[in-house]
């Protein structure tokens, strides 16, 4: 089967840092996708890993450990904007994008 | 550029009535897929199509019907309404094939649908 595990809600201080964990358990592995979701809003594409290590953009960064199902997604210098939910998907076997049931950031001042 | 359009935005429906959600994209992706997001339950996958012809089941196709006759459009049917499909359905769509971009998916403004 699949199953996608994330913190339901995190909470951080601006200016501070936030690490977002993702592990997985599905029948292949084709690639780990993080997207950032404002309420109320669509879904809008993070980053994405396929090979172990770290991918940097900017503030954020995502992590990935293929032999132990384990993604994270790290937040730097958080700002107020980075309120939203992110979600994990994993891309299996097949062409199916399968996503975890999301992390609700919410920053403070 | 347009992206993927999804209408309408909202709808209220009564048990029993069908309908169709309608999405389209104009950047010649050949996969589109239709979502649907609950409260404690994030994206769940309904339908997908890997190109205009091909259609397969996600995770919870059950009272859902979809077409792709072309590469632009992919209807998401309800062909008898409940209100366990009361949620919110996102279109979305991506380029396929290998490389970093493929399967990086463009999401619909998303569609609210109630059933009473």
């Known amino acids: 089967g699949q199953n996608i595990d994330q913190p339901t809600e995190m909470t951080a201080t601006e200016g501070a840092i936030v690490q977002i964990n993702c592990t997985y358990q599905t029948s292949g592995f084709n690639g780990l996708f993080w997207y950032q979701q404002h309420a109320g809003e669509a879904p809008t594409f993070l980053s994405y890993?396929?090979?172990?290590g770290l991918e940097e953009k900017g503030r954020f960064s995502s992590f990935l450990s293929r032999s132990k199902g384990y993604s994270y997604l790290l937040l730097k210098e958080l700002q107020m904007k980075d309120s939203a939910s992110y979600l994990c998907?994993?891309?299996?076997?097949?062409?199916?994008?399968?996503f975890g049931t999301g992390t609700r950031l919410q920053v403070f001042p | 550029n347009a992206g993927v359009t999804q209408t309408p935005k909202f709808q209220v429906l009564k048990t029993g009535q069908s309908m169709t959600l309608q999405c389209a994209q104009d950047?010649?992706?050949?996969?589109m897929s239709w979502y649907r997001q609950d409260p404690g339950m994030g994206l769940r996958l309904i339908h997908y199509?890997?190109?205009?012809?091909?259609?397969d089941q996600g995770e919870v196709p059950n009272g859902y019907n979809v077409s792709r006759s072309t590469t632009e459009d992919f209807p998401l049917r309800l062909l008898s309404a409940a209100p366990s499909q009361t949620s919110v359905y996102f279109c979305?769509?991506?380029?396929?094939?290998?490389?970093?971009?493929?399967?990086?998916?463009?999401f619909g403004a998303g569609s609210r649908l109630t059933v009473l």
């Open positions: 998907a994993v891309r299996a076997r097949t062409d199916k994008l399968i």
């Open positions: 950047m010649n992706h050949e996969y």
């Open positions: 979305a769509s991506s380029s396929a094939g290998g490389g970093v971009w493929a399967n990086v998916l463009t």
């Open positions: 890993n396929v090979l172990d």
């Open positions: 199509s890997v190109g205009a012809g091909i259609t």
